[in-house]
């Protein structure tokens, strides 16, 4: 073999070649490498088993639910062609969150929530079943309607707040809590993008009978997942003073404290202005888009898009600092969107509009729900939770009826417009008072570790 000479290739020698090609090499398994830190840092509270059954089970779930919501929408519209019994359904369904859930919370915080969770899926699996019973003999009319979704709403008003407070047991390191709760939204807001979809496409093809079919069948998820999850005993809760005694605690609790009084408000002002364009939704997109459910399916998927995008940017954030400024911004830019979403006469600009709207909704909830389950004490979650419940969903049978309402009088798209405004108005209230929030929740977050003492701060007592 002859020796090399000093012009020859060789591939262990260095050249310019070489060593780009080596940085690329680097740079490719750098980003490799910051790509999977990402998505474990987004995907943390999946570590935990129980939480994992419970995101699975749920996720499943939760598809078959935003079918039926849509299907149920479009059933309403079919048969009556009204708005104001589109609002008055959507009413109908969510006003026991209103009525029933802050007593409920009581029994959250002295149940075991994780029989209670059973009870409440196999009882919603039943009414979906009557739903696709009577909806597939043609005998259904808006009044069996109308009753079986108040049902599901005495149903919802106690598996919201026991789902809630659930959370903090399925989660045994509290450094995952805000992740776990961020991941809910995430899967919430991926079923919504889901749903609608595979609604209109399902209404189109078999009509609405198949949707709450598919609905009953995917509760069967969530009961699994919480029968086979190994929970940690916990102790049992004193029951010294009466429920009407333990109610009046938490009402005292939450609204004595600001911060959570005025997220509990500004959550109410935004689900009742914000959320309430959902259900005019089947007049854009027969009215104003000339389309049909495909049409409606496409527009709720554009903001179930956008819901996604804004519940997986919380999931990767690390710590809960600089949520008390997310919560407005993200209530202002809702409004923003919304008002663009009525002035839009524009199919594909609308559907962007839906996108930010979407995502900064369920921005501002996740956040505000994160920072009260982050400050709230244990003892009193259930009834706190069940307050921040009738805040986010308790609201929208409110905003729903007076949307519908609203809408006959001076059509849809004004409607929408006027509910945003309402929605910037009230985020600029919160963002003036958060100095003072700073200022009583520091010593709360120095107590849980989240912040590290500082001897020079004043230490504002806590809420009781």
Known sequence: MSPRQPGDYHPNMSSPGNEDAARIDRADASRQASSASSLSL????????????FYIGQSISLIGTWITRIATSWLVYRLTNSAFLLGFVAFASQIPMLLIAPFAGVLVDRANRRRILVITQILSLLQSLALAGLTFFHIIDIYQIVALCVLQGLINALDNPARQAFVVEMVDDRADLANAIALNSSMVNAARLIGPSIAGLLIAAWGEA??????????????????????????PATQQDGHLHAFREGIRYSFGFPPIRSILLLTAVISIMGMSYAVLMPLFATGIFHGGPRTLGFLMGASGCGALAGALYLASRRS???LGRIIPVAAALCGLALVAFGASRI????????????GAMITNFASANTLIQTIVDDSKRGRVMSLFGVAFLGMVPIGAL????LATCVG???????????????????ARQLPTFRKLLHPIYVRKGILPPAAAEVQLPAPD
């Open 347 to 358: 199919y594909w600009l609308s559907m962007v509009t839906l996108f930010i709207a979407g």
């Open 320 to 322: 809960v600092l600089g």
């Open 42 to 53: 987004i995907l943390r509270a999946l570590r935990h088993r129980n939480y994992r059954l």
């Open 210 to 235: 198949l949707c709450f079919l598919i609905d009953a069948i995917s509760y069967l998820a969530v009961v699994f997942s919480l029968l086979l999850m190994r929970l940690q005993p916990l102790p």
């Open 402 to 405: 007076l949307a519908g309402s």
């Open 412 to 430: 849809p798209a004004l409607t929408v417009q006027l509910t945003g405004a309402v929605c910037i108005l009230a985020a600029i209230v919160f």
